[in-house]
């Protein structure tokens, strides 16, 4: 067998084809099939988790108003039980409160002519009723008649405020 000289020029037939060429820029090759399902099976699920945030959300804030309610609520009785006129004070709207605080026999009431262990009477809040800025709830106590409490948001926390009843009763004189 004679052997052909090798001709550098020629690429001996065991050389690996001629690479393609490189895409234009701004052109790109389609991503395969199960790239893109891959890509819309994940733009599905963000989206039922961003949708499931919003709503847990909103129902936390809503739920937030109602849990604030009740300890604001549960602070004002315990306040009153106790005689603590500063915490009175505290818990209303502001113009409730400066009534109350020009009132020298209740703005004058000395901690510690009060009981060691102040008494507390147990309660029962329920029925709390938001409509905007303003909301309702009634305090019930064993062998007492239950009582509805109004409240007024006043910048981020909520004020016990009498003058929020109109508001839910509006043929009621408050």
């Keep these: 067998m004679t052997q052909v000289p090798h001709d550098p020029a020629v690429p001996p037939p065991h050389a690996a084809a001629v690479p393609a060429a490189p895409p234009l820029p701004g052109k790109q090759e389609p991503p395969p099939r199960k790239a893109k399902r891959r890509t819309f099976i994940a733009f599905g699920a963000t989206l039922v988790v961003l949708a499931a945030g919003g709503s847990g959300?909103?129902?936390?804030?809503?739920?937030?108003?109602?849990?604030?309610?009740?300890?604001?609520?549960?602070?004002?009785?315990?306040?009153?039980?106790?005689?603590?006129?500063?915490?009175?004070?505290?818990?209303?709207?502001?113009?409730?409160?400066?009534?109350?605080?020009e009132n020298d026999d209740v703005a004058a009431i000395d901690p510690s002519d009060q009981l060691a262990a102040p008494i507390t009477h147990p309660r029962e809040i329920t029925d709390v009723e938001v409509v905007g800025d303003i909301a309702s709830t009634r305090v019930s106590r064993p062998n007492q008649d239950s009582f509805t409490l109004y409240l007024r948001r006043d910048g981020e926390a909520w004020k016990v405020c009498a003058d929020a009843k109109p508001a839910f009763h509006p043929n009621t004189p408050s």
Excluded at 58 to 83: K, N, P, S, W
Excluded at 87 to 93: K, P, S, Y
């Design 57 to 101: 959300l909103y129902f936390a804030l809503r739920g937030g108003d109602e849990a604030d309610i009740r300890m604001v609520v549960d602070r004002f009785v315990t306040a009153v039980d106790t005689g603590d006129s500063a915490e009175i004070v505290a818990l209303l709207c502001p113009e409730e409160a400066a009534g109350i605080s």
